[in-house]
């Protein structure tokens, strides 16, 4: 079974689109996360939700909002899609808030890769 | 803030030789630190982490790394290198009270047959 999964694995879409990514986690874990890959590689994250709370909302345009129906599901909605969001972005969880103790980890899906044409 | 820096964007070693991926970090207080991988078109997975508990840490394929706090540093070895462990391997650091990870930007490594 798939811990972390996201939906799609590929996105390719025109400028000024509105675009969703789904992610589910299996794990039962109370916190998830999503992160943006650039094409450097360069990981930043975006948004962190524990138990349906927004914790982390870092400096992100307002045309990206996530949505986190349950615990077990955090998506990302993008509206008017622009060239520079071309990205990979993954979903992660970890049993807790903050996924730094000692026995927790951050796990990742698989990533999706978005392409702004 | 805290941060982390990744010396070499690019490493290549032989088949059998030492790995050796450096990591430096920049806290105010000893911080937790992470090392992940990244395989060809996967997410990220954990190596390793230190939490204080030993400043000698061991991961999953071999891997290892040793927290300096004199060179504020957390090198991850391996020594012997194999064909599978060519991949992204991402250095992250954060502090011990609440707050987000922070990645370094990468060290792509690359096993030369």
């Known amino acids: 079974d798939t811990a972390v999964s996201q939906t799609p694995k590929y996105l390719v879409t025109q400028m000024g689109n509105d675009k969703s990514i789904k992610c589910e986690q299996n794990l039962g874990h109370d916190t998830m996360y999503w992160y943006k890959q650039d094409s450097k590689k360069f990981l930043k994250i975006m948004f962190s939700y524990n138990n349906k709370e927004l914790i982390i909302n870092e400096t992100v345009p307002n045309r990206f909002s996530p949505k986190s129906p349950d615990k077990a599901h955090l998506n990302l909605h993008i509206n008017s899609l622009e060239l520079g969001d071309s990205a990979v972005y993954f979903c992660?969880?970890?049993?807790?808030?903050?996924?730094?103790?000692?026995?927790?980890?951050?796990?990742f899906g698989p990533g999706t890769r978005l392409t702004v044409l | 803030a805290q941060s982390v820096t990744q010396l070499g964007s690019h490493v290549s070693v032989s088949e059998g030789a030492l790995v050796l991926l450096r990591c430096n970090y920049s806290s105010s207080v000893p911080p937790y630190l992470f090392w992940y991988v990244q395989y060809p078109n996967q997410g990220l997975q954990l190596l390793l982490k230190?939490?204080?508990?030993?400043?000698l840490v061991k991961g999953i394929n071999g891997f290892e790394a040793e927290f300096k706090k004199s060179e504020t540093s957390f090198h991850l070895t391996k020594p012997s290198a194999h064909m599978s462990d060519a991949a992204e391997y991402f250095c992250a650091v954060r502090k011990r009270e609440n707050e987000k990870l922070t990645f370094g930007t990468g060290t792509r490594l690359t096993i030369i047959p």
């Open positions: 230190y939490t204080s508990a030993a400043t």
């Open positions: 992660a969880s970890s049993q807790g808030r903050w996924a730094g103790g000692t026995t927790d980890t951050q796990y």
